[in-house]
């Protein structure tokens, strides 16, 4: 067993419910919906787990430039946590995609 798929975000994480195995490739696809208030995470293309209520309360602004995207990691600065394997075709995209855009990835 090599793990669960995990999508860290504002508030905490939304940690998938499929058990990952080992030497086997997987196509986790966050989602990070701010009109809806809500973060989902599908591992190959099921959805997994979702989370509401996820957007920070009215008078706090992000900041983009204080901002950092990790991919494989926490940080949060603890070492134990990071990704050990291979990333690859890494997409970002500037909109929450919806269940049927996910499927046609």
Do not use: C
């Amino acid at each position: 067993v090599f793990g669960y798929g995990h999508f860290r975000y504002y508030k905490g994480y939304a940690v998938g419910n499929s058990i990952l195995q080992r030497n086997q490739w997987y196509e986790l696809v966050g989602v990070h919906d701010y009109t809806n208030k809500k973060v989902r995470l599908y591992i190959d293309k099921v959805l997994q787990t979702y989370r509401e209520d996820v957007i920070p309360e009215e008078g706090f602004a992000y900041d983009a430039s204080r901002m950092r995207l990790l991919i494989g990691g926490n940080g949060g600065g603890i070492n134990n946590d990071n990704f050990i394997g291979y990333v690859k075709e890494v997409k970002i995209f500037d909109k929450a995609l919806s269940q049927e855009e996910i499927n046609e990835l």
